[in-house]
């Protein structure tokens, strides 16, 4: 006969494997013909669905852009789900998709689809979960004197071709550019969008991995240029308008104001366990009405346009 010691440790471990089990894994994930890469999960918001006897840790990497709004509905996760702990690194999409597609990370975050950044097979090993919107702004030093450029004098300031922000209307400053690394889905979005192009780096512009540190730089370095997510614009800096069109939410949900891009939080196969409830929990009502547009994001369903992986307007 088995003594009461054994046969409480018999159960203790019992309990420990059936709490394990609640923990996230993956599986394959199928192709989504519209993307080109993992099929895309992006429902409509819900109701809060119940959470309970959910646990596990998470580590969400990536995109710097996306990472305040990852930040804040973590927390608010965590404390409603005192099992699971949500953790949230930047880093770039570059990164958050490198660390997903090898098994580092339960979730890559990115302002940009996989297949812009991974291999066609790896990225197809990855299913896409858009959760917001992020558009995004040039911004300069409050010195600088100008308040609008088109897409040509952009273009020729991050080329070096402008190097004096009197040559477009502004004081007479030299022009800092203040760029994000190539890894960046807030560069490549920038690039394609407001550009037109791929642009190299000029010499004496500051490179820079985190949004924050770029708005600092722009901010305290007169003639500084850069370029940041809505969610990090305030009265340290001025947001210019692009051709005309001020950067401003409506703008973006029309379709006239071009630089904005999807937030993806992929996961490698379908998401599991505290994974999906997290992500399951971004799109409901509360978290979409809410944290989303509180931070300067806006909700997917809110748009009245709709692109592809190429950039090209869909149905």
């Known amino acids: 006969m088995k003594s009461k010691k054994t046969l409480f440790g018999t159960l203790t471990l019992s309990a420990m494997l059936a709490l394990t089990a609640c923990g996230g894994g993956n ?56 099992d699971v702990t949500v953790q949230v690194q930047g880093g770039g999409s570059g990164t958050g998709l490198t660390q997903v597609s090898e098994g580092a990370a339960d979730i890559g975050n990115s302002d940009v689809f996989a297949e812009e950044k991974l291999d066609a097979d790896k990225a197809a090993e990855l299913v896409d979960h858009q959760v917001a919107v992020v558009a995004m702004a040039t911004v300069v030093n409050k010195d600088a004197g100008v308040t609008n450029l088109t897409k040509q004098q952009l273009l020729d300031i991050f080329k070096g071709t402008i190097t004096n922000w009197k040559d477009v209307g502004g004081a007479d400053q030299k022009i800092t550019i203040v760029n994000r690394p190539s890894s960046s889905g807030t560069r490549a979005t920038f690039e394609k969008y407001a550009l037109g192009e791929k642009v190299e780096n000029v010499p004496g512009a500051i490179e820079q991995d985190s949004s924050g540190t770029v708005k600092q730089i722009v901010a305290d370095t007169k003639g500084a240029v850069g370029y940041l997510a809505f969610s990090y614009l305030d009265d340290t800096v001025t947001a210019l308008s692009y051709d005309g069109v001020e950067p401003k939410e409506e703008n973006v949900q029309s379709g006239e104001y071009p630089i904005w891009a999807y937030e993806h939080m992929y996961t490698k196969g379908e998401a599991e366990g505290a994974t999906k409830a997290f992500l399951d929990y971004f799109m409901t009502e509360e978290v979409q009405n809410a944290d989303v547009t509180e931070l300067g994001y806006i909700p997917v369903s809110s748009m009245e346009v709709k692109r592809d992986a190429e950039g090209k307007t869909v149905q």
Do not use: C, R
Request: cysteine-free; aromatic content about 2%.
């Open 27 to 82: 599986t394959a994930a199928t192709t989504d013909a519209t993307t080109g890469s993992g099929a895309s999960t992006t429902p409509a918001a819900t109701e809060a669905p119940a959470e309970a006897g959910v646990s596990g840790e998470i580590l969400a990497v990536g995109s710097t852009a996306l990472q305040p709004l990852v930040d804040q509905v973590g927390q608010n996760f965590m404390a409603e789900n005192k």
